[in-house]
């Protein structure tokens, strides 16, 4: 049992509140994921040839204006980085490909979470709200988010099996449920060059629709694709820099719950995490069927 929220904000107005919208969400999912939670977010994207790379040090201290200074030795590119804790988004001129292949290389310690030109990825071990108070989530602004509380029921407790998953550039994916065939895909998949980092059943989904996506789909192409080879239950929330998808199995057994008003789509494991929204009296509540793909453009 693990809780998801995911937030969507129409009215640019409340987009520097979002983080603030988003934290009585993710604590509301407390009960339901208790020991890791992550999120992500994503912003205007930065200006065309740069990109973010989200990092994460654990409990490893790093010393980020040190690496920085490493990082600008290495090669010509540009580079910023906002840090919080043991996290950091490095904005980048430079090829994200070369710079993750540098890090494994001389900072192995330091892992690459998220990659892209809108996307910020935060996860860590420990209670909702203590994570939501170490990095500041209520002072993120952005169109919309993805988060994630965990309770895990099939792998470590490690901030590498904290969810969000993500895959190539500005997408992420979240899961409530379980799936019965990860070592399936991992071995169909391996071959046709995607790389796990876990034995997680949820970046076995979120790998194959990397895979698919990778071979042209659009997003909902892929999920109804993924309906004939992910076997289990599932509720997945998705995030792209273009848009936020929530899709579930075809028993619907993993609760969901969507509000949609003109200023916002919300989206939560159960109710009691929607109910302090701004004017969620007045909203279109719902829940998402049985194998149907709900999006959301920015």
């Known amino acids: 049992m693990c809780g998801i929220v995911g937030l969507l904000v129409k009215n640019p ?6 983080g603030e919208l988003m934290v009585p969400m993710m604590v509301g999912m407390t009960e339901r994921g208790p020991d890791s939670a992550g999120l992500a977010v994503f912003t ?8 973010k790379i989200s990092l994460y040090t654990g409990l490893h201290v790093i010393e980020w204006k040190a690496l920085l200074q490493k990082l600008r030795m290495a090669t010509d590119a540009k580079f910023e980085i906002d840090a919080s804790g043991n996290h950091a988004v490095l904005t980048t001129t430079g090829s994200p490909a ?3 292949a540098w890090l494994a290389e001389k900072l192995p310690q330091v892992a690459v979470l998220s990659v892209g030109r809108c996307i910020d990825l935060y996860k860590d071990v420990g209670a909702p709200a203590e994570i939501c108070r170490r990095y500041g989530f209520e002072h993120l602004g952005g169109t919309h988010l993805v988060g994630h509380t965990r309770m895990a029921t099939e792998s ?6 904290a969810h969000p998953f993500t895959a190539g550039h500005d997408f992420c994916l979240v899961h ?6 990860p070592n399936l895909l991992r071995r169909k998949l391996e071959p046709l060059g995607i790389e796990f980092e876990t034995d997680n059943d949820t970046e076995a989904a979120c790998r194959y629709f990397e895979w698919r996506l990778r071979e042209g789909d659009e997003l909902k192409t892929a999920v109804q694709r993924g309906f004939d080879e992910l076997d289990g239950f599932y509720t997945f929330l998705m995030g792209t820099d273009k848009e ?3 899709v579930r199995d075809a028993f619907a057994c993993k609760p ?4 949609e008003t003109d200023d916002y789509v919300a989206i939560a494991s159960e109710f009691r995490s929607l109910a302090h929204l701004p004017g969620v009296q007045k909203a279109k509540l719902f829940e998402p069927k049985p194998q149907e793909v709900y999006a959301w453009k920015v």
Do not use: D, F, K, W
């Open 44 to 51: 205007e994207p930065v200006e065309q040839g740069s990109y």
């Open 13 to 18: 107005s409340l987009r520097p509140q979002l």
């Open 98 to 100: 070369m710079i993750q």
């Open 244 to 246: 936020l998808a929530i």
């Open 156 to 161: 470590a407790v490690t901030p590498a099996h």
């Open 176 to 181: 409530n449920g379980s799936l019965s065939n």
């Open 256 to 259: 969901a719950i969507i509000a």
